[in-house]
């Protein structure tokens, strides 16, 4: 049987194998790290491409609408592109650019390109991500 904490300990050893030749300082906070607080497993779940839906009073951004794995390294910046692009496509409909619904559907129809492309970034971001084993 495996002593408590092993799975920790040897991730820590996994990470500080990965970041050999990294600043001492990151490496130091690595290696002073407690195991048994600091390593957890994660399942990791990402989405398959959405497609287009009809425009209403509700729409979605960032990981509601295109959830993407933490080896494309774009989830937070996404959202806040999606959340830009949103509030842009608004404030043409409170100017009498386009109508709410057209700035919706445009909204989500440029949203759903970038952000699409974005998880499947983070897919094929994967294997560089992760070990092998």
Known sequence: MSRPGAAAHDAREVVLDLIAGWHTDLVDLIRAADPGNSAVGRAMVT???LEPWAAGRMTLLGDAAHLTLASGGNGANTAFRDAEL????LVQADRGELEVGAALEAYQREMLARGNAAVEHSKEALGRFLPES
């Open 86 to 89: 949103l509030c842009r496509r």
């Open 47 to 49: 989405d398959r491409p």
